[in-house]
């Protein structure tokens, strides 16, 4: 398989890291405003959280996201309407929490988009 936009890049240098969650409402008012349903899936580990959509969070919620994140290990977020969460708004949440890496042998979907990587789901 050939892949058009396959690139090499420089590895990733190390930057200063100020963690959003750091800047986050400890009640999560922002991230849980609209949420419908909030399922610890175990006592320690694991959240669901139905009714928020990621791409509608603001600067503020996607801080709390990142303390939750933090808090609980893994997010699941089911139903999310991926019509308005394309490559930019994608890269946008994903800024918000720190550099995003180049994984410099990935191929990319498509020209000057470096940060997105292809996981092919191959199923016979």
């Known amino acids: 398989m050939r ?3 396959l690139k090499t890049y420089s590895l990733h240098k ?3 890291f100020k963690d959003p969650g750091h800047r986050a409402d400890l009640k999560f008012p922002n991230l849980l405003a609209k ?6 899936l175990s006592p320690r580990c694991g959240t669901e959280i139905e009714g928020v959509q ?3 969070l603001s600067e503020a919620g996607l801080d709390e996201l990142a303390l939750l994140a933090a808090k609980r ?3 699941v977020f089911r139903n999310q309407d991926f019509r308005d969460i394309g490559f930019e708004a994608q890269r946008k949440i994903a800024g918000h929490f720190g550099p995003l890496h ?3 042998w990935a191929p990319h979907p498509m020209a000057g ?3 997105h990587m292809i996981i092919y789901d191959h199923k016979e």
Do not use: C, F, R
């Open 3 to 5: 892949y058009p936009n």
């Open 14 to 16: 190390s930057s200063p």
């Open 35 to 40: 949420a419908t349903k909030v399922i610890d």
């Open 54 to 56: 990621l791409s509608q």
């Open 73 to 75: 290990g893994a997010l």
């Open 102 to 104: 180049i994984h410099g």
């Open 113 to 115: 988009s470096a940060e």
